[in-house]
């Protein structure tokens, strides 16, 4: 390869940077919107659940709140329609009310 290609590849993968930026997986909210604040904890997996980017990602699928009040929430998934592994729903126990 002559000196001047390889002086230009550096400018050359500056110019697939977006386009691997647009292939990045979109998170869902619960309803089904598209979120722009959320980012998949798993982006090398065809499904994964979101959090924000200031929260930490769980193994389990919840989201660990950084603001330091240690509440725990599911936020995102990269399949609009929440299938698994992000159709974890927390189960409310009418038991005593």
Known sequence: MSRRWLSLAPIIQLLFVPLALAAAASCYTPSGNASTTLIPCNPG????????ESDFCLSNGLCLNAGGNNGYSVQGCTDKNWGAPCDMRCAVSKVGM
Do not use: A, E, G, L
Not at 45 to 52: E, F, G, Q, T
């Open 45 to 52: 997996d065809p499904v994964s659940h979101c959090c924000s």
